[in-house]
C-alpha cells in the first residue's frame, strides 16, 4: 500500500478529530461566560423539562467533572456537571435541555435509543477486541486475525451511527423545549442551537474518523495479501 495514502488518511482524520474538538471547545467556552437574561439555573432547566413531560420519577443530580453530562436510563436520572448543574449561562440551559431530551426518549421508547443500548456491550467487548486482534495479526502477519480485527472495528462504527441520530434528536427535543420556554429569548435560543449543532459535530468527527481507521486497515491488510 502507498504509505502516503496511509498516512493521508491518518491526518485527515487527525484534522476532521481537531476542528470538532475545537468546535465544541471554543463554543462552549463562549456560551458558558453568557448569563441567560432570567437567571435560570442548568438544573432548574432540566426540572422545568421533566416535569412538563410527568418524569418527575427521574432525578436531577449533581457530578464531577466537565462536560460530563448524562442521562442514565437504568437509573432514571439526568447527571448534570457542576458548571451545568449551578450555572445559570446559555451553557448550562443549552446542555441540560439536550441531556433532558435524552430521558423524553426514554419516555417514549426511542427505536434507536433502544437500539443503542442493546448494542452498548457488544461495543464495549469489541473496543477491546478489535484492538487486541489487529495489534497480534500485524505483530505476527496474521491477516486472518486483522480482518477478524476490522470486523470488531465495523461494530464500533455501527454504534456510532446508531449514536448519531440519538444525539440529533436529543438536542431538537432539547431546543424545542427551549423555544417553548417564554423565559429563554431569541439571542439565547440561537446560542443554544450553536452550541448543540458544536457538541452533534463530535458524533459526525467520531462516524468519519473510524470509518477512515477502518478503509486504511483494509487497504494495508489488502496490500499486503497480493504481495
Same mark, same amino acid.
Given at each position: ?66 462536560l460530563t ?6 437509573a432514571k ?68 486475525? *486483522? ?6 472495528? @465495523?461494530? +464500533? /462504527?455501527?454504534?456510532? $451511527?446508531?449514536?448519531?441520530?440519538? =444525539?440529533? #434528536? ?33 458524533? *459526525? ?6 470509518? @477512515?481507521? +477502518? /478503509?486504511?486497515?483494509? $487497504?494495508?491488510?489488502?496490500?499486503? =495479501?497480493? #504481495?
Amino acid at each position: 500500500m502507498n504509505y502516503l495514502v496511509s498516512y493521508g488518511l491518518i491526518i485527515i482524520g487527525s484534522i476532521i478529530t481537531l476542528a470538532a474538538q475545537g468546535f465544541i471547545s471554543t463554543c462552549y467556552s463562549k456560551y458558558k461566560k453568557v448569563k441567560n437574561e432570567s437567571g435560570i439555573k442548568g438544573s432548574e432547566m432540566a426540572r422545568y423539562i421533566l416535569d412538563k413531560h410527568g418524569l418527575k420519577n427521574v432525578k436531577v443530580l449533581e457530578v464531577s467533572g466537565e462536560l460530563t453530562d448524562h442521562y442514565d436510563p437504568s437509573a432514571k436520572v439526568v447527571r448534570l456537571s457542576s458548571d451545568i448543574y449551578s450555572g445559570d449561562t446559555v451553557a448550562s440551559i443549552s446542555v441540560a435541555a439536550h441531556e433532558c431530551g435524552h430521558a423524553i426518549q426514554d419516555q417514549e421508547g426511542y427505536l434507536m435509543m433502544r437500539i443503542r443500548s442493546r448494542l452498548v456491550p457488544i461495543v464495549n467487548f469489541s473496543s477491546y477486541a478489535g484492538y487486541f486482534a489487529i495489534m497480534v495479526g500485524f505483530l505476527f502477519g496474521l491477516t486472518k486475525i *486483522v480482518w477478524l480485527g476490522i470486523y470488531f472495528e @465495523l461494530a +464500533i /462504527l455501527l454504534f456510532q $451511527l446508531v449514536t448519531l441520530p440519538v =444525539e440529533i #434528536d436529543a438536542s431538537k427535543r432539547g431546543l424545542k423545549e427551549l423555544k417553548n420556554h417564554k423565559k429563554v429569548d431569541e439571542s439565547e435560543y440561537r446560542g443554544s442551537k450553536i452550541m448543540l449543532v458544536a457538541a452533534a459535530s463530535t458524533y *459526525v468527527a467520531s462516524v468519519a474518523t473510524t470509518l @477512515l481507521q +477502518i /478503509l486504511r486497515l483494509v $487497504l494495508i491488510i489488502s496490500g499486503r =495479501e497480493r #504481495d
